[in-house]
T-cell receptor, first 113, second 113 residues
């Protein structure tokens, strides 16, 4: 069956360190993958999009990699800050023809001061 | 540009009733998607509309329906409400391309008693 898994429900790291979040998928062949941030009680906010032919994408302190062979995306936040604490969701386009976007369950990141 | 707006923000309904939620996309966006978010299932795709046509549909029962108007505003309707329909309903708009990022509204918190 098609599945998207994000590593651990919660991730605690010390301020200033690099946070690395993982998104693994099975039985999909997405053309692109996106990362969103969601704060409690709010809608997700788009962060980055990476296409299948791109290995890496950067935006300020954020970096995303996309390995279609491993069926995995890594999301990095460098020099993390307490304000980065949130839930991070990965999403990919479902190629089954029925769905548009399939979201992972998210990883709750807490950056400790 | 104004963001995606959703009304109402909070709603309490009784089992068996029906409900209509509204979404106004970002100006110029023609694609509107709807999602249901619950703690157990995460973000699940309901359906997507583009130029008044439903292009994609998720795996939800027929009690969930939607429509889009000529000004791109969208509504979703849930008939014969069940307790399990209690969730945060999120609307997202995106540009004309399939691969564009999505901009989410704040959501409508529906509680079914």
């Amino acid at each position: 069956s098609q599945k998207i898994e994000q590593n651990s429900e919660a991730l605690n790291i010390q301020e200033g360190k690099t946070a690395t979040l993982t998104c693994n998928y099975t039985n999909y062949s997405p053309a692109y993958l996106q990362w969103y941030r969601q704060d409690p009680g709010r809608g997700p906010v788009f962060l980055l999009l990476i296409r299948e032919n791109e290995k890496e994408k950067r935006k300020e302190r954020l970096k995303v990699t996309f390995d279609t062979t491993l069926k995995q995306s890594l999301f990095h936040i460098t020099a993390s800050q307490p304000a980065d604490s949130a839930t991070y969701l990965c999403a990919l386009d479902g190629t089954s023809g029925t769905y548009k976007y399939i979201f992972g369950t998210g990883t709750r990141l807490k950056v400790l001061a | 540009k104004a963001g995606v707006t959703q009304t109402p923000r909070y709603l309490i309904k009784t089992r068996g009733q029906q409900v209509t939620l509204s979404c106004s996309p970002i100006s110029g966006h023609r694609s509107v998607s709807w999602y249901q978010q619950t703690p157990g299932q995460g973000l699940q795709f309901l359906f997507e509309y583009f130029s008044e046509t439903q292009r994609n549909k998720g795996n939800f029962p027929g009690r969930f329906s939607g429509r889009q108007f000529s000004n791109s505003r969208s509504e979703m309707n849930v008939s014969t409400l069940e307790l399990g329909d209690s969730a945060l309903y999120l609307c997202a708009s995106s540009g004309t391309g399939f691969s564009y990022e999505q901009y989410f509204g704040p959501g409508t918190r529906l509680t079914v008693t």
